[in-house]
């Protein structure tokens, strides 16, 4: 936003013209002020009313201007001093406060034009719904005016946020602080679930799904993935989430070889789930590619198609068939992890009926106001296959649940899929997002960049899900040119006029110039500030605002008395040994 706004008058101008109004008001006040009090104290005859008979009386004498005058001017130039050291130091504290970006706010989105986005907005939209609790997850306030922005309990949003920008303690703490139904929260950190975990457990139960020990949580309790393998159209999603999650970022799958190892897998995915057996039997079979047991008890279960299919992958050449059965080795290697096996297999040499622990229920979570927290990293030895799969099963679960119950859900659920692309790589959710909202399910996806959304989907379903998304919130942090141009496109120009004046010997001329220019360019949203975000929402101009961490609200002692109950605190060093001096022996003489 480089171009000023002009209208009327220069800004130089107008500020002379106002210092001389200030000037004359104080002076002339303050004059007449002083001699009036002055002759009181002093007890001799008022002066003139009129402030010119004043003025003139005064030039010339005539009205007397006692030393009591002298001493209210002197109180009144002191106060006067005092409150401008007042304004001037206020003035400069809410300086510190705002931020470069803060002069476009008033081209942004304010007031009505905010109507649906405002608190009283979404409380209505709340009490539709059936919610007494909040109005709505909170996005910040507007720099403009101040006014809360609310995402209501129907919004679904798309964030991008880059690193170390505050998007966990901006957006997804403070929204699961106040969801009003069940919570599914994934993360590649254990910070929320440190923070937000102590007031979440006083409403319900909470579960951590900690593969990869991010938050060192022991396997209390464990989730059979092939619970939710109940037809051979189940099993081809679970493969689904396997080939998606251990797929290289930007490679390709081939032509042949990914579509042959997601068919046998699948295929194995059902054996396993009808013979009631652990997911690691999935992996056994695998790496011994001839074992017909899966055949065996696919055919019992009259799975014609697949047992046939299996039986004609094992007849393949050993070449060709060691090619699929390698793909398919690899897309779940993951399993080989003995600490991702202990949430999703029996331990202890029980099986899947007689494990003892807790097992997880996607139904009864989808029933409930529990929270589930999913934690996982990318890279090497990534659980996100298995993270993505618990994930879709407890949305398939609240979506049948919003089914019986008349199509939605009672309660909103919230989903706060924070690195979203890394954690819960959901190839499909594109295609549903859309009407999650209309079935009380609240997805808040959270990415590092545009580039993360296009490796996962690609570039048209990353589009397809931005416009379906009711809420985006850009929160700074993005150097990829490409999208902060389109971003910068959305937010649009605003328009101002010129006006010149030009003198000769003919007189004065004044000319207007209208013009347009961009509220924020590629650089201003490069380096927005932190603390700010700005919000595209559905039926609303772009809003700047400011963001509102959690220890900015209501939750803050809470969710310290959380963060000290559950963090992990520092390992106390070992005592170094004091030597001590020799103790001399009494008996013995030198």
Not at 236 to 242: A, E, I, M
Not at 558 to 585: D, G, H, L
Request: charged share 20%.
């Amino acid at each position: 936003m480089s171009a000023p706004n002009r209208k009327g008058m220069g800004l130089g101008d107008a500020l002379l013209v106002w210092f001389a109004i200030g000037f004359i008001v104080i002076v002339g006040g303050g004059t007449y002020a002083a001699v009036h009090l002055g002759s009181w104290m002093a007890g001799i005859d008022a002066p003139p009313k009129h402030p010119i008979d004043l003025i003139a009386g005064l030039v010339k004498g005539r009205v007397p201007w006692p030393v009591q005058s002298t001493v209210a001017a002197a109180l009144m130039v002191g106060v006067l001093l005092v409150l401008a050291i007042v304004v001037l130091v206020a003035w400069r504290k809410g300086a510190s406060k705002r931020a470069r970006v803060d002069k476009a706010a008033r081209y942004l989105g304010r007031g009505k034009s905010l109507a649906a986005f405002s608190e009283k907005g979404a409380r209505a939209t709340a009490e539709r719904l059936g919610v007494t609790d909040t109005p709505g997850i909170v996005v910040g306030k507007v720099v403009s005016t101040g006014q809360t922005f609310i995402q209501s309990w129907e919004d679904l949003s798309l964030d991008i946020w880059g690193p170390r920008t505050g998007k966990s303690t901006s957006r997804v703490m403070p929204a699961i602080l106040d969801a009003p139904g069940a919570v599914v929260s994934t993360s590649n950190k254990r910070d929320v679930v440190d923070g937000t975990r102590g007031v979440r457990e006083l409403t319900a139960p909470v579960w951590v799904f900690d593969p990869q020990k991010i938050a060192q949580e022991e396997a209390q309790w464990w989730w059979n993935p092939l619970s939710y393998v109940t037809d051979e159209e189940k099993a081809y999603k679970l493969t689904q989430h396997f080939s998606v999650g251990s797929r290289v970022p930007g490679s390709k799958p081939d032509a042949y070889f990914d579509p042959k190892a997601e068919d046998i897998l699948s295929s194995y995915f059902l054996a396993a789930a009808l013979g009631e057996l652990p997911i690691t039997q999935v992996y056994l079979w695998v790496t011994e590619q001839v074992n017909r047991e899966p055949i065996n008890i696919l055919k019992e279960h009259d799975y014609e198609l697949q047992y046939k299919g299996l039986e004609s992958t094992l007849e393949l050449a050993d070449k060709q068939r060691d090619g699929i059965f390698g793909t398919a080795e690899k897309m779940i290697q993951c399993l080989k992890s003995r600490n991702t096996l202990r949430w999703v297999a029996p331990m202890g040499g029980a099986t899947v009926a007689t494990d003892a622990r807790r097992q997880f229920n996607p139904h009864a979570f989808a029933a409930s106001q529990e929270t589930i927290y999913i934690l996982s990293k990318e890279g090497a030895g990534s659980a996100s296959p298995l993270t993505t799969a618990l994930t879709v099963a407890i949305a398939e679960a609240m979506e049948e649940r919003a089914e019986r119950n008349g199509g939605r859900l009672p309660k909103p659920a919230l989903f706060a899929l924070d690195e979203l692309a890394n954690v819960v790589r959901w190839a499909a959710l594109p295609d549903q997002f859309s009407h999650y909202g209309s079935k009380g399910l609240i997805v808040m996806g959270i990415l590092q960049s545009w580039s993360q959304g296009v490796e996962l989907w690609g570039e048209a379903n990353m589009r397809k899900i931005w416009s379906a998304a009711n809420v985006k919130v850009y929160g700074g942090g993005v150097a990829e040119e490409g999208f902060l141009r389109a971003l910068s496109d959305l937010i649009g120009d605003y328009s101002y006029t010129n006006v010149s004046v030009s003198s000769g010997k003919s007189g004065s001329s004044r000319s207007r110039q209208e013009g347009k220019e961009r509220i924020f360019d590629v650089s201003n949203l490069a380096e927005l500030d932190r603390g700010r975000a700005v919000v595209l929402a559905s039926g609303a101009p772009a809003t700047l605002v400011r963001t509102m961490p959690w220890y900015t609200g209501r939750h803050k002692d809470a969710v310290e008395a959380s963060i000290k109950k559950y963090s992990p605190r520092p390992e106390e060093p070992e005592p170094v040994p004091v030597p001590t001096a020799p103790v001399s022996n009494p008996w013995v003489t030198g």
